[in-house]
């Protein structure tokens, strides 16, 4: 049965929909925790497109292949800021979380979705992240997970 037929309207191959898999950067200078995040991401259908340590990796891996978002530690490897590699990402379109034990108070910029604090659940990271890309497409979750602090009430 086409749309035509279901009364529905046909929804185009290239628009992402709720349930798309995500292609997502991890950002996070402890091993462990990039593997344990990584996994949880990949459980719930995502992809990980790299995992860096340092804002210099982290760019380097968005320039050869750009994610839908990033989740990223607050203190990172060198004395590398998260916050200065979640800015750096939103200036190129690019939505980020972070996901630490030192959430930042304020985003810096409205790409700049919000905060799952350490230590998470790997249950609730799917739908935190779900909700976070929504959020910065400009819709509104059902049903925000409290795993999530968001920064931009107003959306």
Do not use: W
């Not at 462990?32 to 340590?53: F, N």
């Not at 030192?102 to 659940?121: D, M, S, T, W």
Request: proline fraction near 8%; aromatic fraction near 2%.
């Amino acid at each position: 049965m086409t749309a035509a037929h279901t009364g529905l309207a046909p929804h185009p191959i290239d628009e992402p929909t709720d349930e798309t898999p995500l292609n997502l950067l991890i950002i996070e200078d402890e091993a462990l925790v990039a593997m344990l995040v990584e996994d949880a991401l990949t459980l719930h259908g995502h992809r990980v497109i790299g995992i860096a340590d340092t804002v210099a990796a982290a760019m380097a891996l968005v320039d050869a292949e750009r994610p839908d978002m990033a989740l990223c530690d607050v203190k990172l490897a060198d004395g590398d800021s998260g916050v200065t590699a979640a800015q750096l990402l939103a200036d190129r379109g690019i939505p980020c979380v972070f996901l630490s034990g030192n959430c930042p108070e304020r985003a810096g910029h409205p790409l700049v979705i919000g905060c799952i604090a350490k230590p998470f659940r790997a249950g609730s990271l799917g739908a935190a992240v779900r909700a976070a890309h929504l959020t910065a497409t400009g819709k509104r979750p059902n049903d925000p997970p409290p795993a999530l602090t968001f920064y931009h009430e107003e959306r």
